[in-house]
């Protein structure tokens, strides 16, 4: 096995979250700096965007528009190619805790997980719901009875959705069909149904 020696690409970040590779450079939310950076190989730090609500989750449309999870105002932002800042969806309405992380499928569509309940108060975790926010900014509940949903991923064939259940100490593993709608694969997760809602 070869030798690897690792180095520090970059310093003075205060909480790093949801960590991407995208273009040559590492992208990251910083929540307490309260903006998202990029960084070059050889250490080059970039503001992309400020985020005022404090950035969480990232993930990119097929158009190369960068979505960011902003998480005390539940808002999905969208930063277009060009620069321009807009929200893409208000997920205040079936949010019960902070925004946190999401994923992009090839097709645009977003699928985010938010706490479920107020960490920071203590409060005692309940389940909540992951959210899917489709290329033209329409909101579904996809899933629901998930502990604390967090580093969700998607398979490169874009046909299977695994999300870690922080709080609940798995990875639950869905079926995503053709239009969205998710399927629980059993013996991956828990055997309990979590039925999506349409």
Known sequence: MP???FRTLAEGGAYFEGPRWRDGKW??????RHAVFSVTPDGAETEVVHVEGQPSGLGWLPDGSLLVASMRDHRLLRRDPDGTMTVHADLSAVCTGLLNDLV???QGR???GDFGFDLYAFDDPVTTSLKRVDPDGSLTIAARDLIFPNGT???PDGRT?????????RYTSFHVADDGSLQELRGVGTARSRGGAR
């Not at 959705?161 to 100490?169: A, P």
């Open 104 to 106: 992009v499928d090839h």
């Open 3 to 5: 030798d690897r020696a």
């Open 161 to 169: 959705l695994i999300v870690g259940e922080t709080l609940g100490n």
């Open 27 to 32: 992208w990251v939310s910083d929540m307490y």
């Open 153 to 155: 991923v998607i398979t």
């Open 110 to 112: 977003a699928w985010v």
